[in-house]
């Protein structure tokens, strides 16, 4: 089997488009496009079918691209495993966060474990949990940090902080006066959502409960700095990490709302994938953000 059209094959299902796979690989998309071509033709099966601009895959496409995935599992296995033997080689360490532990305290993580370490090289990418997790498992990182709890039987998942999620209003806001209010003041209240899925979303959700219908409408962003934007501009009301918002609370520019329900919190999780070689940049980290689990 051509292992170089098997992994064209491969990352243009994983990445969902031809562009997305073209340039991850550093060639044309016409180059793509014949690299599966031959694939099909080499053994005589259809593996996609194009259903406008999508990607379809048969009963046989599906088969091979689960086996190709364990194959290039493998591979970056076996890479991880001699990169870690080179003693001299580069030191590097590859991190994927959601979006609030990435932004607000991974830096000063990052921060102690240099002046530690100051010869690692660490990269850190912010993104959604679920591409973070998907990262993890397809060992293109080397740990992980998500806001909702996972069980994977590939990965290791450790809880490591919980924080407080606070309601934030304008400080003009009716219910910003109020002593405390109950989620049925909610009822026609303009609501800001995280995106679906998220752990905020959820927590949310769990606030409002069956009243979620009375709402006046709600509006869904995809990061923190859109969120406080709107809801500082008066447009709604929403639910955030109290990190997230300190600085805006003390400056006066937002107002958290008194809940009489009970505090609201959220975990956040280490990840790393059982079957990576653990380098010592690897461990000192892990070590380090035990450490900083346990003493804050």
């Not at 994983?14 to 014949?34: D, F, W």
Request: proline share 5%; with cysteine; charged share 25%.
């Amino acid at each position: 089997m051509n292992l170089n059209q098997l992994k064209i094959f491969f990352l243009v299902i994983r990445r969902g488009s031809l562009t997305a796979a073209a340039a991850e690989l550093n060639i044309t998309q016409p180059a793509v496009t014949k690299a599966i071509q031959r694939l099909q033709e080499y053994y005589d099966v259809r593996l996609v079918e194009r259903a406008g601009k999508k990607w379809m895959l048969t009963a046989a496409g599906r088969a091979l691209y689960q086996i190709a995935g364990r194959i290039f599992q493998l591979e970056r296995q076996a890479e991880d495993c001699i990169r870690g033997f080179r003693e001299q080689g580069e030191r590097r360490l590859r991190i994927h966060a959601s979006e609030t532990f990435g932004g607000y305290y991974l830096p000063e993580l990052i921060n102690r474990y240099q002046r530690r370490h100051p010869g690692v090289t660490v990269s850190v990418d912010i993104l959604p949990n679920e591409r973070v997790v998907e990262n993890t498992a397809a060992l293109d990182n080397d740990i992980g940090f998500i806001s909702d709890p996972i069980r994977h039987r590939g990965l290791t998942v450790r809880e490591v902080l919980r924080e407080r999620l606070v309601l934030i209003a304008a400080p003009g806001h009716p219910l910003a006066h109020r002593r405390t209010i109950r989620p049925k003041d909610l009822d026609g209240q303009p609501i800001i959502m995280h995106e679906p899925g998220s752990a905020l979303q959820k927590a949310m959700d769990n606030l409002l409960g069956r009243r979620r219908p009375n709402l006046s409408h709600y509006l869904e962003f995809s990061n923190n700095e859109a969120i406080k934007r709107a809801v500082s501009a008066g447009t709604g009301i929403a639910l955030i990490s109290e990190k997230v918002v300190a600085e805006e609370i003390r400056q006066g520019k937002l107002s958290v709302l008194s809940l009489s329900h009970p505090p609201m919190v959220r975990s956040f999780y280490m990840l790393h994938h059982r079957s990576k070689s653990m380098t010592r940049p690897m461990k000192n980290l892990m070590e380090m953000v035990a450490a900083w689990a346990v003493g804050g």
